[in-house]
């Protein structure tokens, strides 16, 4: 059964941070890519990060480079998002994504997709 489940939003101030965690099945976890998008109200959905299953290669929106890390911690089927110095631009519902053909920041690559996790920054 493919499934993904995101936990960890919330609200935090500018310059805070967060970790968000994607609980995946087996299923999911082992497609080609991973990943994590944001939408923002208003604003089309967004590539933030992703992770190649077998190689480990990451990548990053030049908006979150530097303050972001991707990561996959295979003992429990679970896809991490850390995020530090956060900005108020930030503030997003953030998805948890999975899939296995097509380019990391295009949603159209992921089939698999979790409900989202909101997260909001205040400045």
């Known amino acids: 059964q493919a499934q993904l489940v995101e936990s960890g939003g919330g609200s935090v101030q500018a310059g805070g941070s967060l970790r968000l965690s994607c609980a995946a099945s087996?299923?999911?976890?082992?497609?080609?890519?991973m990943g994590w998008f944001r939408q923002a109200p208003g604003k089309a959905r967004e590539g933030v990060a992703g992770i190649f299953t077998g190689s480990g290669n990451t990548h990053y929106a030049d908006s979150v480079k530097g303050r972001f890390i991707i990561s996959r911690d295979n003992a429990n089927n679970t896809l991490n998002l850390e995020m530090t110095s956060l900005k108020p631009e930030d503030t997003a519902m953030y998805y948890c994504a999975a899939g296995d053909y097509g380019f990391w920041d295009s949603a159209q690559t992921y089939t698999y997709w979790g409900q989202g996790t909101q997260v909001t920054v205040s400045s």
């Open positions: 087996g299923y999911t976890y082992s497609r080609r890519i």
